[in-house]
């Protein structure tokens, strides 16, 4: 009995030992196939993850290479100030490439200068002789007449040559009595005929003093009919005008001594009056003498006056690069006064030469100069500094700096200059 107790226990605790044994196996090989698993899963997740991040990475790498391409065909600048811009770009943005021409541009020549008396219709007054002034008749900016009197003086030499006519004067009565006689005398048979000759010969004598005494009175600026029924008071000598005009200066004082060399007034006629102008050395080739002008002056903006071209200067001043002309304007009222600023708008000769011109738009201002946005391929532009001259209808010559044939940006221009400045910048900031 005992020993099927011990043997029963025996069995049971060999079950109880083998079934312990074999969850023991059972559960160390699940958690290890549970580990594998949740390692596994812990590397498809980071596979996951890397791959999602590897699309995310190529994804900004495309993006920012988009980017980057789109700033290689937009806004790359190359040395020299050069912008890049794709064939694509610049339809989008309405830059249009065309080739440097010439072409004949209509319009005028603007030019500045200031407004002239006419020196050609400008006195110098002086006296004829020396004298003290005694009387001054017309002042500083007066209207006067051709021979009006301006000023009187008291002249010894005057005096004299009044004597002389006066004496003058008396010896041909005489000599015009006497050969009336001496005619009566013959006709008489009293005296003899070469009494009459010799008496004739003593008339045209005196004669001829009297004529020679008149025109020195004359060229002293006295004219004969005041000596006619002279009372030989003292005489005075009078400073007239010689054309009709304005006074413009003056500098007769009354007690002063006067002398030929010394100016006492000068009379200007402004009736017309000139126009100084400087043209630029580059336009001398589209103007002419004759050509047509018209001249506005900043104290009456809404008129115009109308006048030629009467003189070109020869020589170029060399601190400006410009050269004198001279426009005639005829001046009603006196409107245009001497040392006025002007403004000159010439017209051009129908036949003026082609000359190198872009579109207005087409020009930019950076760091104060004119630019062009000149390009060589097509998709590459450089800034080239250029010099402009006259503008007409919307088109600008070109002076220097362009070639024709070069091609630029003749529209779209201001993007390219957008464009220029924003690589600046960036530049500026890396």
């Given at each position: 009995?005992n020993?099927?107790i011990?043997?029963?226990?025996?069995?049971?605790?060999?079950a109880?030992?083998?079934?312990?044994?074999?969850?023991?196996?059972?559960?160390?090989?699940?958690?290890?196939?549970?580990?594998e698993?949740?390692?596994?899963?812990?590397?498809?997740?980071?596979?996951?993850?890397?791959?999602?991040?590897?699309h995310?990475?190529?994804?900004?790498?495309?993006?920012?290479?988009?980017?980057?391409?789109?700033?290689?065909?937009?806004?790359?600048?190359?040395?020299?100030?050069?912008?890049?811009?794709?064939?694509?770009?610049?339809?989008?943005?309405?830059?249009?490439?065309?080739?440097?021409?010439?072409?004949?541009?209509g319009?005028?020549i603007?030019?500045?200068?200031?407004?002239?008396?006419?020196?050609?219709?400008?006195a110098?007054?002086?006296?004829?002789?020396?004298?003290?002034?005694?009387?001054?008749?017309?002042?500083?900016?007066?209207?006067?007449?051709?021979?009006q009197?301006?000023a009187?003086?008291?002249?010894?030499?005057l005096?004299?040559a009044?004597?002389?006519?006066?004496?003058?004067?008396?010896?041909?009565?005489?000599?015009?009595s006497?050969?009336?006689?001496?005619?009566g005398?013959?006709?008489?048979?009293?005296?003899?005929?070469?009494?009459?000759?010799?008496?004739?010969?003593?008339?045209?004598s005196?004669e001829?003093?009297?004529h020679?005494d008149?025109?020195?009175?004359?060229?002293?600026?006295?004219?004969?009919a005041?000596?006619e029924?002279?009372?030989?008071?003292?005489?005075?000598?009078?400073?007239?005008?010689?054309?009709?005009?304005?006074i413009?200066?003056?500098?007769?004082?009354?007690?002063?001594?006067s002398?030929?060399?010394?100016?006492?007034?000068?009379?200007?006629?402004?009736?017309?009056?000139?126009?100084?102008?400087?043209?630029?050395?580059?336009?001398?080739?589209?103007i002419?003498?004759?050509q047509?002008?018209?001249?506005?002056?900043?104290?009456?903006?809404?008129?115009?006056?109308?006048?030629r071209?009467?003189?070109?200067?020869?020589?170029?001043?060399?601190a400006?690069?410009?050269?004198?002309?001279?426009?005639?304007?005829?001046?009603?009222g006196?409107?245009?006064?001497?040392?006025?600023?002007?403004?000159?708008?010439?017209?051009?000769?129908?036949?003026?030469?082609?000359?190198?011109a872009?579109?207005?738009?087409?020009?930019?201002?950076?760091e104060?100069?004119?630019?062009?946005?000149v390009?060589?391929?097509?998709?590459?532009?450089?800034v080239?500094p250029?010099?402009?001259?006259?503008?007409?209808?919307?088109?600008?010559?070109i002076v220097?700096?362009l070639?024709?044939?070069?091609?630029?940006?003749?529209?779209?221009?201001?993007?390219?200059?957008?464009?220029?400045?924003?690589?600046e910048?960036?530049g500026?900031?890396?």
């Amino acid at each position: 009995m005992n020993k099927k107790i011990i043997i029963i226990v025996i069995i049971l605790v060999v079950a109880l030992g083998g079934g312990f044994l074999y969850r023991s196996i059972n559960s160390k090989s699940g958690g290890e196939e549970h580990a594998e698993k949740i390692e596994v899963g812990h590397k498809d997740e980071k596979a996951v993850e890397h791959t999602e991040a590897g699309h995310k990475d190529e994804k900004e790498g495309e993006e920012h290479k988009d980017e980057k391409g789109g700033h290689e065909g937009h806004d790359e600048h190359g040395e020299e100030g050069g912008i890049k811009m794709t064939a694509e770009v610049q339809k989008q943005n309405g830059v249009v490439i065309a080739p440097a021409k010439k072409q004949r541009l209509g319009g005028v020549i603007n030019a500045t200068g200031k407004v002239e008396a006419n020196a050609d219709r400008i006195a110098h007054v002086s006296p004829r002789i020396s004298g003290k002034i005694v009387a001054v008749i017309a002042s500083l900016g007066d209207s006067v007449s051709a021979g009006q009197s301006l000023a009187t003086l008291d002249s010894v030499e005057l005096g004299e040559a009044l004597g002389r006519y006066h004496q003058s004067k008396t010896k041909l009565g005489l000599a015009q009595s006497n050969m009336d006689r001496i005619k009566g005398l013959v006709e008489k048979k009293i005296a003899a005929r070469k009494d009459i000759l010799l008496a004739e010969t003593d008339f045209k004598s005196a004669e001829a003093e009297l004529h020679t005494d008149e025109e020195r009175l004359s060229l002293y600026g006295v004219p004969m009919a005041e000596l006619e029924g002279s009372n030989r008071k003292k005489p005075l000598l009078p400073v007239r005008s010689p054309i009709s005009g304005v006074i413009t200066e003056k500098h007769a004082i009354v007690g002063e001594l006067s002398d030929p060399s010394k100016s006492l007034y000068t009379v200007a006629d402004l009736s017309s009056v000139w126009v100084m102008v400087d043209i630029n050395e580059n336009d001398l080739a589209k103007i002419s003498k004759g050509q047509n002008a018209i001249v506005i002056i900043g104290a009456y903006p809404n008129l115009k006056f109308r006048g030629r071209i009467n003189h070109i200067a020869d020589a170029v001043d060399q601190a400006t690069r410009t050269v004198k002309a001279r426009i005639e304007v005829a001046n009603p009222g006196r409107m245009l006064k001497p040392e006025m600023f002007a403004t000159a708008e010439l017209a051009l000769k129908g036949d003026a030469p082609p000359v190198l011109a872009v579109p207005e738009d087409a020009l930019q201002e950076l760091e104060g100069k004119k630019v062009l946005f000149v390009t060589d391929n097509g998709t590459e532009f450089k800034v080239r500094p250029v010099e402009a001259g006259r503008a007409a209808h919307g088109m600008v010559e070109i002076v220097s700096g362009l070639k024709e044939g070069e091609r630029y940006a003749i529209k779209g221009s201001f993007m390219l200059k957008a464009e220029q400045k924003k690589g600046e910048l960036e530049g500026h900031n890396h």
